[in-house]
């Protein structure tokens, strides 16, 4: 029975962290795009004495889309700030501890405050439909600011994913590191 239910849980977590890891990859193409959009936009202004208000919020739109939709994956590959000067030495269980702890007391707490607060807000801009305030801007802002749920949510599903690989070490059925294939269970 304990081995049916360590195999539910590492296969959520499995699930949980493809969502992660497709999403970030995915929103990862941003950054080329803005590249190109920003490389277009200064062609533009300093070769054809041109501008263009829609494609420089386009870039304000993906790269806020880059960080906020991109923290899921970035806690997924471990990539978000800590103290390394205390965290790196321990065990692996030390870690599924610090992990646990910090996941329960800070990081769903904090996301769901984020969720929280933001939801009026973006109900608001939806109800509006709201755009830009500048002329010849992108009419879209409502979906800009969507992206103010989309990252809590995505951080408290992956945030489920490293409680459960915590609760999997503590248990001595899981590890934390990820394996030579790519799996970290």
């Known amino acids: 029975m304990a081995t049916d239910n360590n195999n539910t849980l590492s296969a959520v977590v499995r699930g949980i962290d493809q969502i992660s890891e497709w999403s970030g990859r995915a929103i990862s193409w941003l950054t080329l795009a803005m590249v190109l959009v920003t490389f277009l936009i200064v062609v533009m202004r300093y070769v054809f004495n041109t501008g263009n ?3 420089q919020e386009s870039v304000v739109y993906m790269h ?8 899921a994956y970035t ?12 965290y790196r030495p321990m065990s692996e269980k030390g870690k599924a ?3 646990l702890l910090g996941t329960l007391l800070l990081l769903l ?7 929280y607060i933001a939801w009026e807000y973006v109900i ?4 509006l439909l709201e755009g830009s305030q500048e002329a010849g801007g992108l009419p879209f802002r409502y979906i800009l600011k969507t992206a103010l749920l989309l990252m809590p949510a995505m951080i408290i599903l992956q945030g489920i994913a490293e409680l459960l690989r ?3 070490v503590l248990t001595g059925k899981g590890h934390l590191l990820e394996e030579e294939e790519g799996h970290a269970l």
């Open 53 to 55: 208000v829609a494609l």
């Open 64 to 71: 806020s889309f880059v960080f906020l939709l991109g923290a």
């Open 75 to 86: 806690l997924k590959h471990d990539g978000h700030v800590r103290v390394d000067i205390f």
């Open 97 to 99: 501890i610090i992990n």
């Open 109 to 115: 707490p904090v996301a769901g405050f984020i969720f």
């Open 124 to 127: 608001s801009s939806w109800q």
């Open 166 to 168: 915590s609760i999997l």
